[in-house]
């Protein structure tokens, strides 16, 4: 008998609007939402600069929603829980955070999203005229094999994806260079996770997938999407060990290299296990003389309760380092 | 029959959306196999959407493309965009008729597949609902009758089949994707959605 998730709600069927009207709240003002709409956009947003545009479907929280505000997202169009955000709410969202200087869609890799953003893209450009850009964040090594990057899903290599373009199109004159750093940003980036238990989406009360009690699953997908193969539970070290042979195959660092690294709760694993993780990364990182400039341990993406982490390394120059470490504030990313 | 009046045209569209919102279960429960689970509500969405915008007085065009715009406004994920691109991509077979007879009816679905295909960049055989949407034109143009109960019936054959040879197929798209062989054996659940909307039609057409 599968157990029915127990999760504190009012109405399933409102879960993306009541959390969107607490997010909006916990930013203390400067992140409003628009119209009642399912739209998050910046209070303090400047009269003229180019635009990032980030979103996806919701039940990932903070990811994307909780990464609006200064050297962020401008604004966020969000979906229902893990669907794409239709194309109505993908123009609102771009016509109210619109500056002038065109509009960078930033978002991660799935069929829904693309098509969703797509048809929003080619509906601004046609009827109101404004240059629009799509880079897609495409981290996640489980996958596909190289040879097929397009393929790959986007994970919590997201997050740094938005730092640096949030900064990018708060600093850069110009749609075209926020676009080419914030494609070198997500050609730098890696990431593979793991999934010790599933989540469930609150208005079907199911969980995604099932996953027997002495077993975990290295490299599913941020819904539950297939891994590379179900394994009997492994510890700590054996499981980064594995992880990060992955991403070091896809993405060889060496001595030298800098990197940020960012291990991500996906939403109900314990900070401990995460910090255990973290110290094995960094003694494999150790063995091959690369530097980590900076490391983010944390929930940044999750799968509602689904219980796992995830890896994230990104490749960093002088640019991306300058653009990921400028300041930011929102929920998803507090700098207390 | 030959022919639907625009009236009949708003209230068949009425009869597929409450078909639709009554297999959400149906749904869910054939996307949790090979997906995250979230096709059914986001179809039951979209349909509710519609039933709102499906109001006496529309031509039969705009009944379609009211249909395909509230979907893809309200729906979300792929789902929105692809179901709503069929009610839509087709619509203009109906510009300017007053009527929905069968000739039209075969060229909105044979258009609708085309855009269907294009909006996702899927042929058939990557185990998503073209693979309901293609067989159904095609058994809509093999059966070369102007009779309507007829057309629709083969429509939903045509989907049915499809659903069915969905089942061997491994998935290339979507988030079924990542399960590669691990999606063998499960019908895909848009293509399912497309024989439950085809087989709405034919009952709407049995029932007159």
Do not use: W
């Amino acid at each position: 008998m599968a157990k029915v998730p127990k999760k504190i709600l009012n109405d399933p069927r409102n879960v993306v609007t009541e959390m969107l009207d607490g997010l909006a709240l916990a930013n203390d003002g400067r992140v409003e939402r628009l119209d009642g709409k399912d739209i998050l956009i910046r209070t303090d947003l400047p009269d003229s600069k180019v635009t990032l545009l980030i979103g996806g479907g919701s039940g990932h929280e903070p990811i994307f929603h909780g990464f609006v505000g200064q050297n962020m997202g401008d604004a966020a169009a969000c979906g229902q829980v893990f669907a794409a955000p239709s194309p109505d709410t993908i123009m609102d969202a771009a016509m109210a955070a619109h500056r002038g200087k065109g509009i960078l869609f930033l978002y991660g890799n799935y069929a829904g999203d693309n098509m969703n953003f797509d048809i929003a893209a080619e509906l601004l450009e046609e009827e109101e005229g404004i240059d629009v850009r799509t880079v897609r964040v495409n981290d996640d090594v489980a996958a596909a094999p190289p040879e097929r990057a397009d393929d790959r899903r986007g994970i919590a290599g997201d997050i740094y994806a938005i730092k640096v373009a949030g900064g990018a199109a708060e600093e850069c004159d110009t749609l075209d260079e926020v676009e080419r750093i914030a494609r070198k940003a997500v050609g730098n980036l890696r990431s593979m996770g793991v999934a010790v238990a599933a989540g469930s989406i609150p208005e079907t009360g199911k969980l995604t997938f099932e996953l027997a009690d002495d077993e975990i699953e290295i490299g599913m997908g941020a819904h539950g999407e297939a891994g590379i193969a179900k394994q009997k539970i492994a510890s700590a070290d054996d499981v980064a060990d594995q992880i990060m042979e992955k991403i070091l195959d896809d993405m060889p660092l060496g001595k030298g290299d800098e990197i940020a690294l960012m291990i991500n709760n996906l939403g109900a694993t314990t900070m401990m296990e995460m910090l255990i993780v973290n110290r094995r990364v960094r003694q494999i990182l150790a063995d091959r003389g690369t530097i980590v400039h900076r490391t983010d341990v944390g929930t940044f993406l999750t799968v509602q309760e689904m219980a796992g982490f995830s890896i994230t390394v990104m490749k960093l120059d002088d640019e991306l380092k300058h653009y990921l470490d400028l300041p930011a504030r929102s929920v998803g990313l507090s700098n207390m | 029959m030959k022919e639907l009046t625009d009236s009949q045209v708003v209230e068949m569209l009425r009869q597929v959306s409450k078909a639709v919102i009554a297999n959400v279960d149906v749904l869910t429960d054939a996307d949790l196999a090979t997906g995250d689970g979230d096709h059914g509500i986001g179809m039951r969405r979209g349909f509710e959407a519609a039933l709102e915008v499906l109001v006496p007085g529309l031509s039969v065009q705009d009944a379609f493309k009211k249909t395909g715009m509230a979907i893809m406004s309200k729906t979300g994920g792929a789902a929105g965009a692809v179901f709503g691109t069929f009610f839509r991509g087709g619509a203009s077979a109906f510009a300017d008729a007053q009527t929905l007879d069968a000739a039209r009816f075969a060229n909105f679905l044979a258009l609708s597949a085309q855009a269907v295909s294009k909006r996702g960049g899927v042929e058939e055989g990557a185990k998503t609902m073209v693979d309901a949407v293609m067989p159904a034109a095609r058994a809509v143009g093999a059966e070369a009758s102007d009779d309507l109960l007829a057309v629709f019936t083969a429509a939903e054959r045509g989907a049915l089949e499809g659903v069915e040879a969905s089942k061997p197929m491994i998935a290339t798209t979507g988030k079924a994707r990542s399960l590669g062989e691990r999606s063998i054996g499960h019908p895909d659940p848009g293509a399912i959605s497309v024989s439950i909307i085809l087989g709405a039609m034919k009952s709407y057409a049995a029932s007159l």
